[in-house]
């Protein structure tokens, strides 16, 4: 009666399958120059706005660099005078070690004077630790170093101006005597050795800090000795300050068993810095 | 014609009118019947008087004139703790404050520094007549009391005898204070409130204008006693401290001739037929002192400034600790001698009138003093720089703005951890003409500032000996010499080199304290606005 197609035929050409699942239209619209006039003058006034803002940074460059030869440079005394007082906060349970060590150090370079007071929140002024100095004038020296023994601070803190944060930890104040000393110069040599003392340093911070784990304290440890090495010191055969802030924290450091360098070592560095 | 005689007169002599007549009447019978009331009240009083139990256990005791010498001992309420639970004791003190039901009243008795809870119940021996005198006695009465002490369970917060009470058995008035108060104790001793505010809660405070006016009443305040005696503890240590030292006290006069160092702010005094002025430092006679071979001398006196400065710190009277001393070599002899001296205050107001601070925190809650031993020296060009650093713009040989002056206050604070401190080598040009000039520079002086809290409580300096080296500074001043022939004379034969330097007292125990105003610290204070009590 019907007569229909076949409809399963295929013929290649006939039906046209679908390659993608959903069409949509195209997100990116090309712009031409004939479009939308808003458009253009948006990016027009913005382009003008960024070559605007590049010129005026050029030129204060330019300034700057015009006033940086006008004044000179201040010479070393003046670098030192960020250091004039470095005034450490002590607590007499734990008193900084390594801090007789860093002051010899910094005679070898410059005038110091070293001033010790007791806070009214403490009794033990600690007067065998650090003799006071008295001066008539403080103009003479480049570095004065107050240690103010106190009740509050675990850690040995150093302040140098009233506004920055104060500076923690003793091997933070051996950075900070280091850098007054040159240490940190920047050249090819001594990278190797501050790469060195900074390992050392932080494994004395994980040995110190209140919260290491006892794990944590073994593993610093064990980088010590293995810094260490079976040398007399830990920067070869010569004492640096870097063995001082050791001393101070090994000497505090409760649990070193398991470390059988630690003992002939502090033994050795007591002779040294005690 | 018989009412026309018996008619009475009004006061102007004219016969009354009707309605003035009923008036009158009206008027006695009020009379009358108030007249019967009060009969009829003192025969109930009477009738309850003869009921009363405790009639001889109260009431107000006849003046005391010396007329007997009971044996009887008074305990001092401080005194007054657990160790004498049970037992009758006799204590005097003032009414604090009383609250009374019918049945029973609640005292605070007060003395100088304690106060301790009373109570009065009815009871077997104590009639209803005798808790409502209690009840009425008015505030700040001085009254003796008899009862015995009772251990209680739960503290009584609002005394500082907070572990004990006195059950009263027998109480009298030896002095009735007016019953209208001018200002309540409770109130003075209230904490203050920020911003100047003077009611908080239903609780108000006592403005400072008030407590000037009455001052008596608010030198009761247990905290006003323990800032007095406290300021006694300053005068006695700087006393003792010096004298163990081999100072010698002297007292110099307040009247003189010759305005010692500006001429501005001193006060004149009509002298017989000339004027004399008050003194404005003993500097003068200090180095007198000094000349005439006292060697190391201090003083305790009066100090007049005819300032017209109304601010929280200066006073037109105060008391002047003053101390000068012959070196031998340097003048830092004599600042390490102020700074120990200083130490050894603030060491032993510590040590010894830790209550006095304690009471004094209570009202005026302010951070302990805190200090370094050896004291800290800094000087100057230190200052300035930290100064600079912290973005004032000053040179190094500007004097310090009393705002500069306390942003160095909390700059030391932050990175020395102290309240006190010295400024050592002062610029020559902002000091007195007779400051010693720096030997190796003469930009700088041998002169110091001490501070405390960031204000200013010292200045001092090594004094010029030398009469000509003087009269050439003194020039250098534009200073007439005319003026200052008399000082000059001081040095004409022979004089050591000497130094010294001067406190304020009531500024010392302000700032010790942390107190806001110096008024607090003054018993009667002096200012360009005040001259009573």
Known sequence: ?274 | MADVENVPLGDDGKPMSKKALKKQQKDAEKAAKKAQRQQEQADAQQKADADDVSKDLYGDMVMIQSSEKPDRCLQPIGDIGPNLAEKNIWVRGRLHTSRGTGKQCFTVLRHQQSTIQALIFVGEKISKQMVKFCANISKESIVDVYGVVKKVEQKVESCTQDDVEIHIGKIFVVSKAAPQLPLLIEDASRPELEDGKNEEGGRPRVNLDTRLDNRILDLRTTTKQAIFRLEAGVCKLFRDTLTAKGFCEIHTPKIISAASEGGANVFTVSYFKTNAFLAQSPQLYKQMAIAADFEKVFTVGAVFRAEDSNTHRHLTEFVGLDLEMAFQYHYHEVLQVIGDMFISIFKGLRESYQKEITTVARQYPAEPFKFLEPTLILQYPEAVKMLNDAGVEMQDNEDLSTPSEKLLGRLVRQKYDTDYYILDKYPLEVRPFYTMPDPDNPKWSNSYDMFMRGEEILSGAQRIHDPEFLSERAKAHGIDLKTIEAYIDSFKYGCPPHAGGGIGMERVVMLYLGLHNIRSSSLFPRDPKRLTP
């Open chain 1, 1 to 274: 009666m019907y007569s229909a197609k076949p409809h399963f035929e295929y013929n290649s050409t006939n039906v046209k399958l679908p390659d993608v699942m959903y069409k949509a239209s195209p997100m990116v619209i090309i712009c031409d120059n004939s479009g939308d006039n808003n458009v253009t003058q948006e990016l027009t006034s913005l382009k003008q706005r960024q070559s605007d803002l590049l010129q005026g940074l050029d030129d204060m460059i330019e300034r700057v660099n015009k006033m940086k030869s006008k004044v000179t440079t201040t010479i070393n005394k003046d670098d030192n005078s960020e250091f004039r007082d470095i005034v450490i906060h002590a607590c007499p349970s734990q008193p900084p070690l390594s801090l007789k060590y860093l002051i010899k150090m910094l005679r070898q370079r410059f005038k110091v004077l070293v001033k010790v007071h007791g806070h009214s929140s403490v009794t033990n002024h600690m007067i065998s630790f650090l003799a006071n100095e008295e001066t008539t004038n403080r103009n003479h020296y480049d570095i004065i170093i107050t240690l103010i023994w106190k009740s509050a601070p675990n850690d040995p803190t150093t302040h140098l101006h009233p506004s920055s944060s104060p500076i923690v930890g003793e091997s933070n104040l051996a950075r900070l005597v280091g850098r007054m000393l040159g240490y940190y110069d920047n050249t090819p040599a001594s990278f190797m050795i501050n790469t060195t003392t900074d390992v050392i340093y932080d494994a004395c911070d994980v040995i110190n800090n209140i919260g290491s784990t006892k794990k944590q304290r073994q593993d610093a440890l064990q980088t010590l000795g293995g810094v260490l090495n079976n040398n007399q010191w830990f920067m070869g055969k010569v004492p640096t300050i870097v063995d001082c802030v050791a001393f101070s924290t090994l000497q505090r450091c409760s649990t070193t068993s398991g470390q059988r360098w630690v003992a002939p070592w502090l033994e050795r560095a007591k002779q040294m810095f005690g």
